[in-house]
């Protein structure tokens, strides 16, 4: 309902008009950027008038610049109370934008309240440069040259919304909030929100959302680069009074992934992402160790990277607009059937193919993981592929096959008995020649297990003469008897030396176990003939002739 001009000149001359502030919120903090000051009206019985009510008759009667005046000079007063780092968003009416003595108000009044120019951000809507470009641009030259920023407000309402944009040197750009309350339904909503972002961050501009009124659309706004909202979400407008309740709140830092709309495809495919973003998403495309594609339905390469290109043997133009099939025609015979099953939803990994590029010598390994790429109404646009060459990785797997092979071969037919333990003694492996000689398993063996097999008298000795070797950081000499798969006893031999790293210290022990009782059978056969023989010849002394 709109006001009737007797009313509104009374209200101007006993100062009913004062100012409320909307908080202005950095989205990835969660933290205050200042407040947009908005003119209400305190009726004296009517209580309190929105601004549609009055600002039009105040606009034709010829008193907005009075009733400017009267807001900025109260809300300047207050804001000159609050954290330096806060600012104070303004609104310029369409009508002003022929006075050029705006610029000279504005700083008359920064300057009467004590509240730095620095800290203040006219807004300018886009229909009020209609008709007055030209004076808009004096008029925003001088602004800044004062030490204002300027704002393009409701930015994609109007007729000339570009041209605006290259023809004012804004310093944010706001997007419209009827863009903002329409986006999570509404495709093209989402878009053209996307595209402002976008531009602005291309412009060097900083975005704000305007009329924030869910967690949801904060999230799309920030998962589109948006770095300012502002919305019922994160308050309403309160006057002065209230302003220190606003300031004491903690807000949180919006965080992407909370709401079900992120967690869906219509955010995690998000086809319009800003400029800066898609610069970091093609030096990540171009940069990745892997070879990267996307493929359209009819499986025709949209786009790759240089890493790709080199394992097709062939430059990256000679891919662009022609199907797999047509570019590498054994390669698609091999992966055809897994790329078409994407097409329907269902992702393909670990596809391996073998291929011959020109130029390299020898059969090359591909493994490729193909995945549907999905836009924000679901529907599969087409394949996403990933491709690593493993010809290198496979053939160091033959190679240490071979090599185990040839380990276990040689192990198999080696008459001593390998064994391994780390720096405190602990035994981590042995070989398969102590399981068939001592019936004991590997796992029964490791740590102090492998004691189990020895004679009982040879146990304390042995782990004694150990430690001390480890100890000492010696090479380790022992001897003692082992229980057989027969029950008996046998003598075995360990001997083993440790292994140092660059700074000194023992990484582990290496060493292995030999069979010694043959030969402890011929020494004790020699002990006991010598014993004989002494005993012959003290019972039957020699005496020379």
Not at 359 to 366: F, H, I, P, T
Not at 374 to 387: K, L, P
Request: proline share 5%; aromatic share 6%; net charge negative.
């Amino acid at each position: 309902m709109h006001m009737d001009a007797v009313e509104i000149r009374r209200a101007l001359d006993a100062n009913e008009f004062i100012p409320f502030f909307q908080p202005l919120v950095v989205l990835r903090t969660g933290q205050l950027a200042g407040f947009e000051v908005l003119a209400r009206w305190q009726h004296h019985t009517r209580g309190l008038i929105p601004p549609n009510d009055f600002i039009p008759s105040a606009e034709k009667e010829g008193w907005i610049d009075e009733l400017m005046d009267g807001i900025l000079q109260k809300a300047f007063m207050i804001g000159a109370s609050i954290p330096e780092h806060l600012t104070l968003s303004v609104n310029i009416s369409p009508v002003q934008m022929n006075d050029m003595a705006l610029p000279g108000k504005i700083l008359s009044v920064s300057q009467q309240t004590g509240f730095a120019m620095d800290r203040i951000i006219v807004e300018i809507t886009e229909s009020g440069l209609m008709g007055h470009l030209e004076s808009a641009q004096s008029i925003v030259s001088d602004l800044k040259a004062m030490g204002c920023k300027v704002a393009l407000d409701d930015f994609g309402t109007g007729y000339s919304s570009l041209l605006h944009l290259h023809s004012l040197p804004f310093d944010d750009l706001k997007v419209d909030q009827s863009f903002v309350s329409s986006m999570k339904d509404r495709r093209e909503s989402r878009k053209i929100v996307a595209a402002v972002i976008g531009l602005g961050q291309s412009l060097g501009l900083t975005t704000v959302g305007e009329g924030v009124e869910t967690q949801e659309q904060a999230e799309m706004l920030l998962w589109m680069g948006c770095e300012i909202g502002q919305g019922w979400l994160f308050g309403r407008p309160v006057p002065a009074a209230k302003l220190p309740d606003v300031m004491a709140i903690l807000r949180p830092k919006i965080s992407l992934g909370l709401s079900t709309l992120l967690a869906s495809n219509s955010m995690r495919n998000f086809d319009g992402l800003p400029a800066q973003r898609l610069a970091q998403l093609q030096a990540v495309y171009d940069g990745a160790p892997v070879g990267l594609a996307f493929l359209d339905r009819e499986l025709r390469y949209v786009s790759l990277n240089q890493r790709l290109a080199v394992m097709n043997g062939l430059p990256v133009e000679d891919h662009l607009a022609r199907s797999v099939a047509d570019v590498l025609p054994e390669q698609f015979a091999q992966v055809e059937t897994y790329i078409r099953q994407v097409l329907d939803g269902e992702g393909a990994t670990a596809v391996e193919v073998t291929t011959e590029i020109p130029g390299v010598k020898g059969v090359r390994a591909l493994l490729l993981s193909n995945q549907p790429a999905i836009d924000e109404e679901g529907e599969i646009i087409g394949v996403s592929m990933a491709v690593v060459d493993v010809t290198e990785r496979k053939r160091a797997v033959r190679a240490l096959r071979e090599s185990e092979d040839h380990y276990r071969h040689m192990v198999e037919f080696n008459p001593q008995t390998p064994w391994i333990m780390d720096p405190e003694g602990k035994t981590l492996e042995v070989s398969p020649e102590w399981e068939s000689t001592t019936g004991l398993t590997k796992e029964e063996s490791r740590d102090h297990g492998w004691l189990d097999a020895l004679h009982p008298d040879d146990v304390v000795a042995t782990e004694r003469t150990i430690a001390e070797f480890i100890a000492a950081g010696l090479p380790i000499s022992v001897e003692y008897r082992v229980r057989n798969r027969e029950g008996g006893w046998k003598w075995m031999r360990s001997r083993g030396a440790p292994r140092f790293d660059a700074a000194g210290q023992i990484v582990c022990w290496y060493g292995s176990v030999e069979d010694i009782d043959e030969r402890k059978q011929l020494e004790d056969a020699l002990r006991e003939t010598e014993a004989k023989l002494q005993a012959a010849l003290a019972t039957h002394p020699v005496v020379a002739g």
